[in-house]
């Protein structure tokens, strides 16, 4: 149900739900205020089957030139005039702000619903009610673009990221990418037109639109890599999901109800999802970069663990004296030619020649080592120890 957003000035029983028929009038009624202000507007796809709406989601993107060369944000105060929002809950930059539009009084009776209308008219506190109608402003069309896919036939989106998981990858509004953790997801496409014929997809049947939740799953269920028997709703990589998403919630259930598929038609789960990243990475000819990088990750790590401060440092016998540390490796790095240089001369030669050759600049550089000795341990008592100090060098 819609109006959560304005819990502080509205109760809920103020935003009714919304009949199919009322709902399709206010979308057409208040798609023509905002293309005035805007490039690209939409509405997300329904999901199919649905008796009634908590909200209208629009979509929005490239606010229009208010003079013929400039560009600017469309204040909220201006949307809420156009729509004849009473109340606005405002969120700066591409996010969605939420506007309650007054239901006008009989104005669900031109539509056959006169009497849900003054069913909750009457529920509510004051006899008004109020539509809640939420603005998304994308940053630019190509967000459009994907959000207007991601987010149409209802929990679709979040069904297809969670498939999407099951083969090892990450789908979601940004599109698509190769999970890497430690570090950041791997991106591999923005485009849902590329994405989608990756996976298998067809996005002529998507086009024409469901008209049941069953043919969305078995939409879904061409996905590549798609395996009943192995698909699972938690665990690494799988966000938790709200107990409200029903369409979700079904999708789940209408696998474990058509699991037929034997275990040994596809092999384990690790062999397939290492198979549709290979495959994944070679389509979108992406192969190259993820290497590269997984190399530069390996190299840096590699060349911290052989020459960082801490072995510079014991290898050279400078104590505490950082700086002279510091010096000898710029000098080293110099030598080699930088980081990469430092890092061929090690894999070639072996640590025992880069250690020879810190100690090289350490005595060009005329820095002397910092002794270590300290004193003598005496461990002659088996429960206890003590420091005998060094004989002073100049007694006699």
């Not at 020459?307 to 000098?331: L, N, T, Y």
Request: glycine residues 8%; charged residues 25%; hydrophobic residues 40%.
């Amino acid at each position: 149900m819609g109006g959560n957003a304005f819990n502080a000035v509205l109760a809920a029983n103020a935003f009714p739900r919304i009949p199919p028929k009322v709902y399709r009038a206010l979308k057409a009624r208040l798609f023509p205020a905002l293309v005035n202000l805007y490039s690209w507007v939409g509405v997300p796809m329904e999901a199919p089957e649905k008796a009634n709406y908590g909200d209208l989601d629009f979509l929005v993107a490239c606010p229009k030139a208010s003079t013929s060369n400039e560009a600017v944000d469309i204040p909220h105060q201006t949307i809420q005039s156009v729509i004849g929002a009473t109340f606005v809950n405002p969120m700066e930059g591409n996010r969605t702000s939420n506007y309650a539009v007054p239901v006008e009084l009989g104005e669900w009776g031109s539509h056959g619903h006169a009497q849900e209308e003054e069913d909750s008219r009457r529920l509510a506190d004051d006899g008004k009610i109020f539509y809640q109608v939420d603005v998304h402003v994308c940053t630019d069309k190509a967000e459009w673009d994907r959000v207007i896919f991601f987010h149409s036939y209802g929990d679709l989106g979040m069904i297809l990221g969670l498939v999407g998981r099951n083969n090892g990858l990450a789908l979601g509004v940004k599109g698509l990418k190769i999970p890497d953790p430690p570090n950041p997801p791997f991106p591999l496409s923005e485009s849902f037109s590329e994405i989608t014929q990756f996976l298998g997809l067809p996005m002529e049947v998507y086009n024409a639109g469901f008209k049941t939740k069953v043919e969305i799953f078995e939409w879904v269920a061409l996905m590549k890599g798609f395996t009943p028997h192995q698909f699972r709703t938690e665990g690494a990589g799988i966000s938790k999901v709200k107990a409200d998403r029903k369409m979700y919630a079904e999708f789940v259930q209408w696998v474990q109800a058509n699991t037929q598929t034997k275990p040994s038609e596809h092999g384990s789960r690790e062999e397939r999802q290492e198979k549709i990243r290979s495959e994944a990475l070679a389509f979108f000819q992406k192969k190259e970069e993820f290497e590269a990088l997984a190399r530069a990750r390996n190299d840096r790590q590699r060349l911290k663990e052989v020459f960082s401060g801490s072995r510079v440092r014991e290898w050279a016998e400078m104590g505490e004296r950082w700086k002279g540390v510091k010096a000898i490796m710029d000098a080293v790095r110099q030598r080699l030619g930088g980081e990469e240089g430092v890092l061929k001369f090690v894999t070639e030669n072996g640590e025992e020649e880069l250690r020879k050759v810190v100690l090289e600049v350490r005595d060009s550089l005329g820095l002397d080592v910092v002794s270590t000795d300290v004193g003598t341990l005496n461990t002659s008592s088996s429960s206890q120890f003590s420091i005998t100090p060094a004989a002073d060098s100049t007694e006699q």
